[in-house]
């Protein structure tokens, strides 16, 4: 799987958007973009996913660029509750292969 | 749907004690199941993969005889810590597989302290 590139850390006023930013310059033409996240002493949270396509759920949208080396994972409305660690993930879909965690985004929002 | 519970959610126990973690896919059959874990301000690390009805692969570096892992269903896994020690307190997080579709799924972790 594609390694990927997080900053350490971002703040985020409460009710602004928060842009997290994941760069995976290797990435294959198979692999796609996964994005969780893992509040403090919790499991990791799936939120999203995509190929080449924008992608939006209730949670987040995804926007992945045209040459899809990076992409950046929007929380439109950041709550105290997005407080959280953000994983960037990139594996092949369909993969057997088991989730491998980088050092992800300390996303903190502020008040 | 695709909901993961692990038991305990914490526990504290005594050096040289073994303590059993279970994972427990409610919603769905797991093939594999997966062990992680994670220490403060870290991130989570693969300690093995748990096949049902085969023995578990321990990533290196894992002590298979001190994290003994057992997938005897579809929807259960366990992890028994033995002979615990203080430097074996950490989060241990299961994740289960979707036999069909492959997403994997997170449990909500158990804190183990060992004193």
């Known amino acids: 799987d594609a390694k990927t590139t997080q900053p350490p850390s971002m703040d985020c006023a409460e009710g602004r958007a928060a842009n997290l930013p994941c760069n995976h310059s290797?990435?294959?033409?198979?692999?796609?973009v996964y994005w969780y996240r893992q509040i403090h002493s919790q499991g990791p949270q799936y939120i999203i996913h995509?190929?080449?396509n924008n992608e939006t759920n209730e949670m987040a949208s995804l926007i992945i660029t045209e040459d899809r080396k990076s992409s950046t994972l929007i929380l439109p409305h950041a709550t105290l509750r997005d407080t959280a660690v953000y994983y960037c993930?990139?594996?092949?879909?369909?993969?057997?292969?088991?989730?491998?965690f980088g050092s992800g985004t300390q996303l903190t929002v502020l008040p | 749907g695709a909901v993961v519970s692990q038991h305990p959610s914490w526990v504290i126990c005594k050096s040289g004690t073994s303590v059993k973690i279970e994972c427990r896919s409610l919603?769905?059959?797991?093939?594999?199941m997966f062990w992680y874990r994670q220490f403060p301000k870290q991130s989570l690390m693969l300690m093995a993969t748990?096949?049902?009805?085969?023995?578990?692969?321990?990533e290196q570096g894992v002590e298979k005889d001190k994290f003994l892992i057992n997938h005897a269903s579809l929807t259960l896994s366990t992890l028994t810590v033995t002979s615990a020690h203080p430097e074996d307190s950490s989060f241990y997080i299961c994740?289960?597989?979707?036999?069909?579709?492959?997403?994997?799924?997170f449990g909500p972790g158990t804190r183990l302290t060992v004193t």
């Open positions: 995509g190929l080449k």
């Open positions: 290797t990435i294959s033409g198979n692999e796609y």
């Open positions: 919603d769905f059959q797991a093939t594999t």
């Open positions: 993930i990139v594996r092949v879909g369909g993969s057997a292969r088991q989730l491998t």
């Open positions: 994740s289960a597989r979707v036999t069909s579709t492959y997403e994997q799924y």
């Open positions: 748990s096949n049902e009805g085969s023995k578990a692969t321990y």
